[in-house]
T-cell receptor, first 113, second 117 residues
């Protein structure tokens, strides 16, 4: 079955620490990959996406993600987090050019000032 | 350009009732997708509408139905509400072509929080 798994439910970091959030997806054909963020009280926003080409993609606010096809992974990274990065982060996949996003269960990130 | 809007913001219903949720898509978008997000979970795809036709459906029973109007706004209807239907319902709009909108970013609305008692 097509599915997305995020390894951590809740991550707590201090400001300036480095961040890596794991995301793995099941095999199911060609994939388009996304990371969405939901800040407290706000709606889901797209951080970055991968469709093809360079497997290292850069998004907004200093985030980047690396697509490793052999590992079915699309981990999100940021070298130095800020308090304002406190939010819930969702990895999502579209399989075989279909229209539906399949989301992971989300990772809540808390950054201590 | 205006973003995706949803109404109402919050709704409380009792088991067995019916509910209609509404979504106005972003200007220029012709595709609307609906998702259910239970507490502590990621959004789950309900269905998608492209130019007033259903264009894909997730694992939800037939009592979840929808409509898309000529102005591309959309409704989600849920009949015979159950306690497990309590969730945040998200609408996302995008610009699709030829029935496939996967390459176009889906812009999400703020959601409708439905509580079923």
């Amino acid at each position: 079955a097509q599915s997305v798994s995020q390894h951590n439910h809740h991550v707590i970091l201090s400001e300036a620490a480095s961040l890596e959030l794991g995301c793995n997806y099941s095999y199911g054909g060609t994939v388009n990959l996304f990371w969405y963020v939901q800040y407290p009280g706000q709606h889901l926003q797209l951080l970055l996406k991968y469709f093809s080409g360079d497997p290292l993609v850069k998004g907004i606010k200093g985030f980047e993600a690396e697509f490793i096809k052999s590992k079915f992974s699309f981990n999100l990274r940021k070298p130095s987090v800020q308090w304002s990065d406190t939010a819930e982060y969702f990895c999502a996949v579209i399989y075989n050019q279909g229209g539906k996003l399949i989301f992971g269960q989300g990772t809540e990130l808390s950054v201590k000032p | 350009e205006t973003g995706v809007t949803q109404s109402p913001t919050h709704l409380i219903k009792t088991r067995g009732q019916q509910v209609t949720l509404r979504c106005s898509s972003q200007s220029g978008h012709n595709t609307v997708s609906w998702y259910q997000q239970a507490l502590g979970q990621g959004p789950q795809f309900i269905f998608q509408y492209y130019r007033e036709e259903e264009n894909g459906r997730g694992n939800f029973p037939p009592r979840f139905s929808g409509l898309q109007f000529p102005n591309y706004s959309s409704e989600l209807n849920v009949n015979a509400l159950e306690l497990d239907d309590s969730a945040l319902y998200l609408c996302a709009s995008s610009l699709g072509t030829s029935g496939r909108s996967s390459y176009n970013e889906q812009f999400f609305g703020p959601g409708t929080r439905l509580t079923v008692l």
